[in-house]
């Protein structure tokens, strides 16, 4: 089966840099990616890493070590809009999508 | 816009009766993927449909049926429904099986079971 976990909450300072973690146990990896949801509102894709390494996107940048089964998203120059939920999904052997609960960030001025 | 479109974006009805959620994918994408998103559950994914055949299945319960069109736009049934199945409901397309270019949300249908 899947587990994906991350945690519940967070908090930072506008203009800060925070790492949110993410580590998962899964069957036949096959990817993980990392979108941002405003509440109420749609995900919407930030980043997909499917081989060991950092991929940087801007203000984002995504970490993966499929070794240890964990992921991280980092954001720079923390904005208040930055203020979401972070999802960290995992795609098993299949094509399914597995999502974890979100992180739910609250940046502060 | 995402060019995923959902309809409708609300929908309020009675335990026991069934209701039909549409999702359009983006133009070009053969991919179309339901999800499930309740306040204590998270995104839970239901199914995914690649150009009219099913291709994986989650924790979709036998009430809930989906199918995808030769037009790839996709529908959702629920039946039997229960107030538990009140959540918003998601559709996300991507342009190839293992959407490795990232799955493109639309803005889900708010179900409220009364």
């Known amino acids: 089966g899947q587990n994906i976990d991350q945690p519940t909450e967070m908090t930072a300072t506008e203009g800060a840099i925070v790492q949110i973690n993410c580590t998962y146990q899964?069957?036949?990896?096959?990817?993980l990616f990392w979108y941002q949801q405003h509440a109420g509102e749609a995900p919407t894709f930030l980043s997909y890493n499917v081989l060991d390494g950092l991929e940087e996107k801007g203000r984002f940048s995504s970490f993966l070590s499929r070794s240890k089964g964990y992921s991280y998203l980092l954001l720079k120059e923390l904005q208040m809009k930055d203020s979401a939920s972070y999802l960290c999904a995992v795609r098993s052997a299949g094509n399914m999508l597995t999502f974890g609960g979100g992180t739910r960030l609250m940046v502060k001025p | 816009d995402s060019g995923v479109t959902q309809t409708p974006k609300h929908l309020i009805t009675a335990t026991g009766q069934r209701v039909t959620l549409r999702c359009s994918p983006r133009?070009?994408?053969?991919?179309v993927y339901w999800y499930q998103q309740s306040l204590d559950q998270g995104l839970q994914f239901l199914i995914q449909?690649?150009?009219?055949?099913?291709?994986a299945k989650g924790n979709i319960l036998e009430r809930f049926s989906a199918q995808q069109f030769p037009d790839l736009h996709s529908e959702l049934n629920l039946s039997s429904l229960e107030l538990g199945d009140s959540a918003l409901y998601f559709c996300?397309?991507?342009?190839?099986?293992?959407?490795?270019?990232?799955?493109?949300f639309g803005s889900g249908t708010r179900l409220t079971v009364v």
């Open positions: 449909y690649y150009n009219g055949e099913e291709r």
């Open positions: 899964t069957s036949g990896f096959n990817g």
């Open positions: 133009s070009g994408d053969l991919s």
């Open positions: 996300a397309s991507s342009g190839n099986l293992d959407g490795s270019y990232g799955y493109t």
